[in-house]
């Protein structure tokens, strides 16, 4: 299986730093497995969308990387180092509908929550870590908002304020969950080229998302349904058949084979 | 309710309360102000039922630590307490992760189990003990002793110290708990420092309100609070007055009108949460009248400069009458707009006639313009009958802040479906 995504034959691939490497990712929930080893190495500055239907494992992977459930096997490095070792490094933009949009914060308050990580439990941000959090608002075209309860934002400007609290926090690895549920077109394509941008400071972004509408926006492509189905530049990796082994049911003959076991067991 | 029995109505009380009243008062507002800080916390993780389970659960905690120490000293039974408490929170996680019961009804069974065992061993203790189940359930807050107060005041000094220290953590914690396990806070840590510190206040507080009552003193501040204001933090302290307000206040209540305090307490409390719905800024009932009211003042007064505006273009002298009638709006009703339009530098009167100043008649022309490209719109896009997109284009023409992107939508229309011109941007002619 091919590990990494087809790269441009003109880069030297030596120079090409890779800010996110799994190998063999396997996770199971209660017996079952949801992921089967997922491998990919996802270069610095790259966006990624993870495309699959629903039970693929999208946000099983996110919380792997995330480092919020322990697989049972297999290994995600980010430039080399275990989650444990740099959370700050990886920030995470959650699906809106998992956001509670009627807590008591403003706009200020949720990018100022990027610190807490560095701050540690007493942690209690100054005034220098205020700057940075408007600095984070400005990067998203958001700072005229800061003193905003969040109820009182658009869908992409509830989108543009999580990733704030990405650039507060520092991370250069950016996991966007279903950024574009609920939002129209001109607002995802605003957001496109606000994750154009922050690719091009070097972020790396991996976005999760079940709809393949925006497919060929992405630099790369994962397409996931439990494994890896295919990996690389939409163009070339979204073909017909890849796309019927993506969204074409299950793997009948694993399911069987994991229903055997059990009952060999 | 002895104590209450005993006094007779006292006016100086009324100016010097808190120097007379009994170790009962303070303890209750001690519970007030923790509960409703705690209680934010409940509120906003959506945890009510928790609240209510903690109580109860910790009974069969209490009596055991009664039976090992064979009285009811306080430090014995705020262990027992504790215990009891962080028990309760555990075992509702691996009844809600271990099987498929939803983490509710988790709730349910793990409190009433507990509390169930407390009853049974209530019933087992050997003769000669005496247990006040009654003081439990319902609590009776002239039996408060000193050392009672003195550990109450410890666990409000230790709460709020620490959710002063951990503030934000807190707020990280109770907003976006997967980002926060993301970023390395441990949740689960915080979740069973929270459900220990209820434990402990809802213990030490007990024979305030009771098991049943002491539910009200978490949730009820919290959501008034909750219904004030967009802050966080304003709602911590907020909802620690509305506790301790709600007690002190309850009291005096009890007092005055001779009722048990725990219940006059939690009234206080469900008082200030209805006044709280009722007055919200940004929720209540009250405000949202007065918005509504005002937006429609302001429709009613652009109505009235559309109005002048068609009068003159007819060439006949605007009197109020004239407007009246041209806008459809009573005389008394009129005036008061002529006046909002008056202060706001719109029109001017003259020997009675009414005319537009030029932001006026700028105003109106935006109305006139915003109103026909509505119609074009509703006639162009929406398919609607020329002859009955009047009456919806009277409504969306308010909306004439979208007038250019219509225009811009539709191509810059010259004339409405009636044939009429529609003005130029900017109000000319």
């Given amino acids: ?265 | 309710m002895n104590f209450l029995a005993e006094l007779t109505f006292k006016p100086e009380l009324w100016f010097f309360p808190f120097t007379h009243l009994p170790e009962g008062l303070w303890t209750s507002v001690l519970v007030g102000i923790t509960c409703g800080v705690l209680g934010c916390f409940v509120v906003l993780r959506r945890m009510a039922l928790i609240g209510d389970a903690l109580s109860h659960a910790i009974l069969p905690g209490v009596v055991i630590a009664f039976l090992i120490t064979n009285n009811t000293g306080v430090w014995g039974l705020l262990l027992g307490a504790l215990l009891a408490g962080l028990m309760t929170a555990v075992l509702i996680n691996v009844v809600s992760q271990k099987s498929r019961t939803k983490e509710d009804s988790a709730i349910g069974i793990v409190f009433t189990a507990l509390f169930a065992l407390g009853l049974i061993l209530i019933s087992n203790l050997p003769r000669g003990t005496h247990f006040d189940l009654k003081c439990f359930v319902f609590g009776i807050p002239d039996a408060v002793t000193m050392e009672e107060m003195q550990l109450m005041a410890a666990i409000t000094v230790l709460v709020i110290g620490t959710v002063v220290l951990l503030y934000h953590s807190f707020k990280l914690v109770s907003f976006d708990p997967v980002a926060a396990a993301a970023m390395g806070i441990p949740v689960m840590f915080f979740h069973y420092l929270l459900m220990g510190m209820i434990s402990a206040t809802v213990v030490a507080g007990l024979k305030t309100t009771g098991v049943i009552l002491v539910v009200a003193m978490v949730i009820t501040p919290a959501s008034a609070a909750y219904q004030l204001t967009n802050r966080f933090s304003h709602m911590l302290i907020l909802s620690g007055f509305f506790g301790g307000f709600s007690a002190i206040l309850g009291m005096i209540l009890a007092f005055v009108i001779n009722a048990p305090s725990g219940p006059s307490m939690v009234l206080v409390a469900t008082m200030i949460f209805v006044l709280s719905m009722l007055l919200s800024p940004s929720h209540g009932y009250v405000f949202e009248k007065l918005r509504k009211y005002r937006l429609r003042r302001h429709i009613d007064g652009e109505d009235v400069l559309k109005a002048i505006y068609k009068v003159e273009q007819s060439g006949e002298n605007a009197t109020g009458e004239r407007i009246g009638k041209q806008a459809g709006l009573p005389l008394d009703y009129l005036t008061k707009l002529y006046g909002d339009l008056l202060r706001e530098k719109l029109i001017y009167l003259e020997n009675n006639i009414t005319s537009l100043t030029d932001a006026g008649r700028k105003r109106a022309l935006e109305m006139v313009r915003s109103h026909r490209l509505w119609e074009s719109y509703l006639v162009d896009r929406a398919n609607l009958d020329p002859d009955k997109i009047h009456i919806h284009a009277e409504k969306l023409e308010h909306a004439h802040e979208l007038a250019d992107e219509i225009d811009r939508t539709l191509g810059h229309p010259k004339k409405d479906p009636h044939g009429s011109e529609i003005p130029n941007a900017g109000g000319k002619d």
């Fill in chain 1, 1 to 265: 299986m091919r590990l990494g995504p087809i790269l441009d034959p003109a880069m030297p691939q030596a120079t090409i730093d890779i800010a996110i490497k799994l190998r063999d990712l396997t996770v199971s929930y209660e017996e079952k497995p949801v992921l089967r080893s997922i491998s990919m190495d996802v270069p610095k500055g790259e966006i990624v969308g993870v495309v699959g239907p629903n039970g693929a494992g999208k946000s099983t992977l996110l919380k792997a990387m995330l480092g919020l459930i322990h697989p049972d096997a297999g290994d995600i490095r980010y430039y080399g180092k275990m989650i444990s070792e740099c959370r700050q490094l990886v920030g995470y933009v959650p699906q809106t509908e998992a956001v509670d949009w009627d807590f008591p914060v403003t706009v200020l308050d949720v990018v100022m929550m990027g610190h807490q990580g560095r701050l540690g439990w007493f942690g209690w941000p100054n005034e220098s870590h205020r700057k940075e959090a408007i600095d984070a608002l400005e990067t998203v075209g958001m700072a005229p908002y800061r003193e905003r309860h969040i109820r009182q934002l658009s869908g992409g400007q509830q989108q543009r304020v999580f990733l704030a609290r990405a650039i507060c926090q520092k991370a250069e690895i950016l996991f966007l969950d279903e950024p574009f549920g609920g939002i129209d077109a001109a607002t995802e394509q605003a957001i496109f080229s606000l994750m154009d941008d922050l690719a091009g400071k070097g972020h790396t972004l991996l976005v999760v998302n079940h709809d393949l509408s925006v497919m060929d926006r992405y630099n790369q492509l994962l397409l996931l349904n439990q494994r890896v189905v295919a990996y690389g530049p939409p163009k070339l990796i979204a073909t017909e058949e890849n796309l019927r082994k993506t969204y074409g049911g299950r793997l009948s003959l694993l399911d069987k084979a994991d229903s055997v076991l059990k009952d060999h067991l």
